[in-house]
C-alpha cells in the first residue's frame, strides 16, 4: 500500500547555477547546429569555471566544409549564452572569459549505427506523470521551478535588481491521502550584489514573489523559512563553484519522485535516446494520466545501440490504473512509434528548441507554437483510449 500521509522534498536551481550556465550552452550549441541543419549530430559538453569555458564533444554536419565553418561561430554563442544570464561580475563577465573550442566531428563507429535508424547508445529511460498538479507533474519539483523562474522574471526585468543570477530552490511538501497540501519548509539561496545585504534582507525582497507562487494555503505559520542561511551570497556562478553539463538530471526531471536511466539531456541531439526516449516516456506517462487511465504513469522504455526497436516497454501505475498495467504497456507501444526515427517524428524534434529547456526543468512546460516542449501536448488521449 501507498503511503498516504508524507514529507517529500525536491530543489531546483536557476539559469545562473554553474551547472545550468553549462547546459545552456551546449543546448545552444545544439539550436544552432539544428538551424543549420536538421539532420546535423552534436554531443556538446562546457566546463565553466573562474571567468573561463571550455566546450568539447563530437559534432557533425553533411559538408565538413560547412562545418570547419561554422565552428567559428561558437565563441558568440558562448558570450551570448552568459549574457543572457546576466554574468558580468569581476571574474565571470561575458566580454572577457576565455573561450576553448575542443569540438571535432562525431566518430565514423557512433554514426554507423545512427545512420541506419538505430539508437545512438544503449541504456534506460523513465517518463512520469501524476495528477497532484495541473501540468501532471509532482509538487515539490514544479513549485521549485517556479519560484526560481518567476525570481529570475523579477531580475532580469529590473523589478529585483540586487539580485544575482546564480540561486537554489528546496521544497518540502506535505501530503495528506496522498494529495500536496502545504509547504513544512522553504529553503532559498540566492546570489545578491551587496555584502551589506543580510539573509532578512534578501528574505523580505523574495517572500511575495514565493507566496504568490505557491498555492493558496500551502504557507502557514509552522512552515519553517530558510533564506540564504551561510549568510553573505555575492560571488556566484561558476567563479563561485565550477560547473559542468549534465549534472542536474534530478532537477531536470521529476526531482526525485520518479526513477531517472541515468542519462543527462543537454548537448544531445534527438538521435540520442537518452534525449528523445526519455521525452517520448514523459509524452506517453502523461497522455496515460490525461486520458484519466491512471493517476499516476511511469513509463521505461530500454535501447541498444544501432537497434531501432525498444528492447522491452514497462509500465507502473502504482496501483491506481483503471485498466491493468500490461494493457497500457499494449497500448503505448500500439499508438506511438517508439524507434528513435519515430518518436523524432512524433515530437517534431528536429528543430532549434533546446536552449529553452536548459532550465527550469524538462517537463511540466506549456507546448510552445514552435514545437518547442512537444513531447508536453495531451493529443494522444483519444488514441489510447480507443486502442483499448
Not at 559538408?63 to 561580475?89: H, P, S
Not at 565571470?92 to 557512433?110: D, E, G, K, V
Not at 528574505?203 to 530558510?226: A, F, H, M, N, S
Request: charged share 25%; proline share 5%; with cysteine.
Amino acid at each position: 500500500m501507498t503511503r498516504q500521509n508524507y514529507i517529500f522534498t525536491s530543489e531546483s536551481v536557476s539559469e545562473g547555477h554553474p551547472d545550468k550556465v553549462c547546459d545552456r550552452i551546449s543546448d545552444a550549441v545544439l539550436d544552432a547546429f539544428l538551424a543549420e541543419e536538421p539532420n546535423a549530430r552534436v554531443a556538446c559538453e562546457t566546463f565553466a569555471t573562474t571567468n573561463q569555458v571550455v566546450v568539447g564533444g563530437e559534432v557533425g554536419l553533411s559538408d565538413q566544409a560547412r562545418l570547419a565553418e561554422f565552428m567559428g561561430r561558437i565563441d558568440t554563442i558562448v558570450r551570448d549564452c552568459v549574457k543572457d544570464i546576466g554574468y558580468e561580475q569581476d571574474k565571470f563577465h561575458w566580454a572577457t572569459l576565455q573561450f576553448a573550442n575542443y569540438l571535432h566531428p562525431q566518430s565514423a563507429h557512433i554514426s554507423q549505427g545512427v545512420d541506419k535508424d538505430g539508437a545512438g547508445d544503449q541504456g534506460i529511460m523513465f517518463g512520469y506523470a501524476t495528477d497532484e498538479t495541473p501540468e501532471l507533474m509532482p509538487a515539490p519539483i514544479q513549485y521549485a521551478h517556479a519560484i526560481l523562474r518567476r525570481l529570475a522574471e523579477a531580475r532580469k526585468s529590473g523589478a529585483e535588481p540586487t539580485l544575482g543570477p546564480d540561486a537554489k530552490s528546496q521544497l518540502s511538501v506535505r501530503y495528506e491521502g496522498g494529495k500536496p497540501v502545504g509547504v513544512s519548509s522553504i529553503v532559498l539561496s540566492t546570489q545578491h550584489m551587496y555584502e551589506s545585504q543580510t539573509s532578512d534582507d534578501i528574505r523580505q525582497i523574495v517572500e511575495p514573489y514565493i507566496r504568490e507562487t505557491l498555492p493558496e494555503g500551502w504557507i502557514t505559520e509552522e512552515t519553517e523559512w530558510w533564506v540564504n542561511p551561510t549568510g553573505t551570497f555575492v560571488i556566484g556562478g561558476p567563479d563561485g563553484d565550477a560547473g559542468l553539463t549534465g549534472r542536474k538530471i534530478i532537477v531536470d526531471t521529476y526531482g526525485g519522485a520518479a526513477p531517472h536511466g541515468g542519462g543527462a539531456f543537454s548537448g544531445k541531439d534527438p538521435t540520442k535516446v537518452d534525449r528523445s526516449a526519455a521525452y517520448a516516456a514523459r509524452y506517453l506517462a502523461k497522455n496515460v494520466v490525461a486520458a484519466g487511465l491512471a493517476k499516476k504513469c511511469l513509463i521505461q522504455v530500454s535501447y541498444a545501440i544501432g537497434v531501432a526497436k525498444p528492447l522491452s516497454i514497462y509500465a507502473d501505475t502504482y496501483g491506481t490504473g483503471e485498466v491493468p498495467d500490461e494493457e497500457i504497456e499494449r497500448i503505448v507501444g500500439q499508438c506511438m512509434d517508439l524507434t528513435p526515427r519515430g518518436i523524432r517524428e512524433h515530437l517534431d524534434l528536429r528543430r532549434p528548441i533546446y536552449a529553452r529547456t536548459a532550465a527550469y526543468g524538462h517537463f511540466g512546460r506549456a507546448p510552445e507554437a514552435d514545437g518547442g516542449f512537444s513531447w508536453e501536448k495531451t493529443d494522444l488521449t483519444e488514441a489510447l483510449k480507443k486502442a483499448l
